[in-house]
């Protein structure tokens, strides 16, 4: 009876042990796999480097890679410079980390259209010569020509107070950016008209004029088809305006009543964020 109780005890230990050597093969095995899966690395014309498993590949059109952290992203061939294929000790990527979440820096498209759109907080004095914040809302779209010229047209809405108007500027703008890496200093300009949508105490007789929009800012793309930008810059509009007040007439000896027409310019500095696609 000892002997086959024994018997009974170490045919439990051998299948114990043989359930839980199988176990680990299958809980460690991925994970091995996993670490000596063969990476490549992308070097791009701007100079990044992105590292991942290469899924497919067009010689002359495209590639396409999968990254540490599961995602897809397609890069064209055109902004390869070249391939490092099996780079098992190359880095993860270029990547900044934000939360659990990994985002690449993209380079841009060197053609193609985009849009765009920013809340500004243009700032300056206003009639009486008191400090006045203001608030602008533009939406913008386009054609990149290359990395130096982007065509567009602009539009929105600005709100300005003393005296309290709504004007709608519709403008050409042309910018372009000084660098082809995924962050990069780059100019803007916009030139139109303002047209007058409401104004406090004014006359039909008021009516919009010029538009200036000159600046510097940075954009930066850590998408593959959208990126953020930051403005800085000076906005310049002009306004006609006709209101009725009570002035003294000294040919009549009495005040009446008369329409005045005004030239009103605001001209802010002129900070802006947005967000761009393209």
Request: net charge neutral.
């Amino acid at each position: 009876m000892n002997c086959f109780n024994q018997f009974r005890i170490s045919s439990t230990f051998r299948m114990f042990f043989g359930i839980l050597a199988f176990l680990s093969f299958t809980l460690i095995s991925p994970v091995s796999f996993a670490q000596t899966e063969k990476l490549s690395t992308v070097i791009m014309k701007s100079g990044l480097s992105i590292t991942g498993k290469i899924v497919e590949m067009d010689a002359n059109e495209f590639i396409k890679l999968e990254l540490p952290n599961g995602s897809l992203i397609e890069l064209k061939m055109s902004n390869v410079e070249r391939v490092i294929l099996d780079a098992a000790s190359a880095p993860a990527t270029s990547t900044s980390h934000s939360g659990s979440r990994s985002r690449l820096a993209m380079p841009f498209k060197e053609k193609g259209y985009y849009i765009q759109g920013s809340i500004g907080f243009p700032f300056g004095t206003d009639t009486y010569g008191d400090p006045s914040l203001n608030i602008s809302l533009m939406l913008s779209g386009g054609h990149t020509f290359s990395q130096y010229l982007a065509l567009g047209i602009a539009t929105g809405t600005d709100f300005y107070w003393w005296p309290n108007s709504v004007i709608n500027p519709v403008a050409l703008e042309v910018k372009g950016r000084f660098q082809s890496s995924s962050f990069t200093p780059y100019y803007n300009f916009q030139c139109g008209y303002g047209f007058l949508s409401a104004s406090e105490y004014w006359t039909s007789n008021t009516s919009g004029g010029l538009f200036l929009a000159p600046g510097i800012g940075l954009m930066s793309k850590n998408r593959e088809h959208s990126g953020w930008y930051f403005h800085a810059g000076f906005r310049y509009q002009e306004m006609m305006g006709a209101y009725e007040d009570w002035i003294w007439s000294p040919q009549l000896q009495q005040s009446i009543r008369a329409e005045i027409e005004e030239r009103v310019n605001f001209s802010r500095l002129d900070l802006r964020f947005g967000y761009f696609f393209e």
